[in-house]
C-alpha cells in the first residue's frame, strides 16, 4: 500500500517550467500538501531510514519547514529551523557557502544540547550547497547530523557528489 501512496504523492509534484526564470523546471510541492494521505505518506517514508535514531528535526528555509515540522511532529521530536542570513532575532551560527553566480548564508539559533542527534529535511536536493551548508552548521551548534532526508532529488545537478549519503523519495 505505502508504494501506492507514495506513486500517487509523486504524482501530485507539478513541473512548473521557466519559474522562476527561463531554462528553470520548478517543482512545485504544494498539490501534495494539500492531500493529507499523500503528505502522510511522504512524511512516513522520509523518518522510515531514521526512526527512533535522531532527537530534532532540522528544516531548511523555506519549502523544507513545511516537511520539517510534519516530520517532528510526526516523530514527536522538536525542530530547528536553518534560516536564510538576517531573518533570525539571535543567530547563534552561520555558514556562508558558494552559489552559481555568488554566495549565501545560513543561520540557526543555540537551543541544542551538545550532542543532539539531528536529521536534517529540506524539499528538494540540487547542487547540494545548501544542504552541505547544514551539514557545516549543525555541528557549529553543537549537534550531530545522522543523516539528510528531501522529498526529491534533481540528479543531473549532482548534489549527492556534494552531499553524500541523502535519502531521496523521489529522483528525477
Known sequence: ??????????SLITTIPDYP?????????????????ALRAVIDAMIEPFAGRFDVVA????????????????????????????KLPRPAASVSYAL???????EAHDDMTPGT??????DILAT?????????????LGGVVIGTSVLMEL????????????????EV
Open 100 to 106: 552559481e553566480y555568488g554566495t549565501a548564508t545560513i
Open 128 to 140: 547540494g550547497g545548501t544542504i552541505q551548508a547544514a551539514h557545516e552548521l549543525v555541528p557549529a
Open 21 to 37: 526564470e527561463p531554462g528553470v523546471l520548478f517543482r512545485d510541492i504544494t498539490p501534495l500538501l494539500v492531500d493529507a494521505a
Open 59 to 86: 528544516g531548511i528555509e523555506a519549502r523544507g519547514f513545511l516537511l520539517a515540522g510534519a516530520v517532528a511532529t510526526a516523530a514527536q521530536v522538536g525542530l530547528v529551523p536553518i534560516r536564510k542570513a538576517g
Open 1 to 10: 500500500m505505502q508504494n501506492a501512496e507514495l506513486a500517487r504523492a509523486e
Open 117 to 122: 542527534r539531528v536529521l536534517l529535511v529540506d
Open 155 to 170: 540528479c543531473a545537478l549532482g548534489g549527492r557528489d556534494v552531499v553524500g549519503d541523502v535519502h531521496a523519495l523521489f
